[in-house]
């Protein structure tokens, strides 16, 4: 198997932490010609990351990845439990694609202090703090998110907390993500496969914001 994918990207930070715990023999490599160029998309029409090259069959976006993945290597399960359970890691994959990480992209711009909207900041933090609430209400921490082991959801949220944290620290001020929320950072901390996925991360976001402050 190959997985294009860099380490910035949150949506491929997903999928490389099923890898991970999946202990899957992998290819990790850069989308070649750089994301989103003609070499690329000769290979993934979409020209997206992250995709995966799996016996020469294409496959993109994260979440059906994740899902392939979990029914070709169904061990260990991350989609475990009752309908009802796999529903329910389902529906928090779809929260976290649809409602919490489109407000951490939309402050992209907003990195570059010379480009950023004060007024649009406040309105996204105040967004983020309604998210974040019905996150809570959602989860069921035992220590991971929807029980007693990982699952797509703990992946989906992983690396995409992260870079909100570092992304608001950037803007004035800490992310309060609340206990729960915490305790589950510090159980998927502790994990190596997730550190082996997180570190890297955190290291291109730091080079990204790094990049934004000198562009100003």
């Not at 989308?31 to 090259?53: F, N, Q």
């Not at 990845?65 to 399960?77: G, V």
């Not at 407000?103 to 711009?109: A, D, E, G, H």
């Not at 035992?142 to 992946?155: H, K, R, V």
Request: with cysteine; hydrophobic share 40%.
């Amino acid at each position: 198997m190959i997985l294009y994918s860099l380490p910035i990207s949150n949506y491929c930070g997903k999928v490389l932490l099923v890898i991970r715990f999946k202990a899957l023999e992998c290819e990790v490599v850069p989308p070649k010609g750089g994301y989103g160029s003609d070499e690329y998309k000769r290979i993934v029409p979409t020209g997206t990351i992250p995709a995966l090259d799996h016996d020469g069959i294409i496959y993109s976006e994260s979440e059906v990845i994740n899902e392939y993945l979990n029914e070709i290597h169904p061990e260990p399960d991350l989609l475990p439990g009752s309908a009802e359970n796999r529903a329910s890691i389902r529906m928090l994959c779809r929260f976290h694609d649809l409602k919490l990480e489109p407000i951490v992209r939309s402050l992209f711009p907003s990195m570059n202090p010379a480009k950023r909207d004060l007024q649009m900041v406040e309105m996204r933090f105040d967004e983020m703090n309604r998210v974040l609430t019905t996150l809570r209400q959602l989860i069921k921490p035992d220590p991971f998110l929807m029980g007693t082991s990982p699952s797509l959801a703990d992946c989906a949220f992983a690396q995409t907390l992260m870079l909100a944290q570092m992304m608001w620290l950037e803007l004035g001020g800490p992310l309060p993500i609340g206990d729960e929320l915490e305790n589950w950072q510090q159980t998927m901390n502790s994990l190596k496969s997730v550190t082996s996925v997180l570190e890297p991360a955190r290291e291109a976001t730091e080079k990204w914001l790094e990049g934004k402050r000198l562009s100003a």
